[in-house]
């Protein structure tokens, strides 16, 4: 499954400003049954969006026409839980390419990756300060630049770095999956072969 190349993104912000968000909050177990990626958008926090005769909760940040955005913004310890996969493909398929959070579970920032997700972990002050700016003007912009590894609020300059595996940048930078990446250095793996045949 080749990914969207990710270099830039400049975007406003939906704030889910919870901590502790585990994996069957994000997707909930009941809507596993697919075997494909597709789809899962519409079920994406489904029992926070929803009540139990199916009605929109009218104060969940999703359900909020006031809020938009390719950033969803998250408390701290974003992604605990099961390892469930779909997690990340349902946050993808509702039309967000970047998480923020002053933390994340291994498997989930993982998993993200794996599928041209973008966990970006800042400090808890920074991201306190996005949740601050975003309070005030619910269309503020973030910018978050892969290259540099860089997450700015444009409304006020502030600006934090964030970590990433080099290889799975790479893979976002040019939109590669595992399968892409292999056959993108296909030459250097034949040139390599080669050099130890006797």
């Not at 969803?72 to 997690?87: D, P, Q, T």
């Not at 990756?113 to 920074?126: I, R």
């Not at 793996?189 to 130890?196: A, D, G, H, N, W």
Request: proline share 3%.
């Amino acid at each position: 499954m080749s990914i969207e190349k990710f270099i830039t993104l400049k975007s406003p912000c939906v704030p889910l400003p919870i901590e502790n968000v585990d994996t069957d909050q994000i997707i909930p177990a009941r809507f596993l049954k697919a075997t494909t990626r597709d789809g899962f958008g519409e079920n994406l926090f489904r029992d926070w969006r929803y009540d139990k005769q199916n009605q929109p909760v009218s104060d969940f940040v999703l359900n909020n026409s006031l809020y938009s955005g390719k950033i969803l913004v998250a408390g701290k310890n974003f992604g605990s839980g099961s390892s469930r996969e779909h997690a990340a493909w349902a946050i993808h398929d509702y039309g967000f390419k970047v998480v923020v959070s002053s933390f994340f579970a291994d498997i989930f920032k993982n998993n993200a990756l794996n599928n041209g997700l973008l966990p970006v972990q800042v400090s808890e002050g920074f991201l306190k300060k996005i949740f601050n700016e975003i309070q005030k003007d619910t269309k503020v912009l973030v910018e978050v630049n892969l290259e540099n590894q860089t997450i700015t609020i444009l409304s006020t300059g502030e600006k934090e770095s964030f970590e990433i595996n080099n290889y799975k940048k790479e893979c976002l930078l040019n939109g590669y999956d595992d399968i892409d990446y292999l056959l993108s250095i296909k030459d250097k793996i034949v040139e390599f072969e080669q050099s130890r045949t006797v």
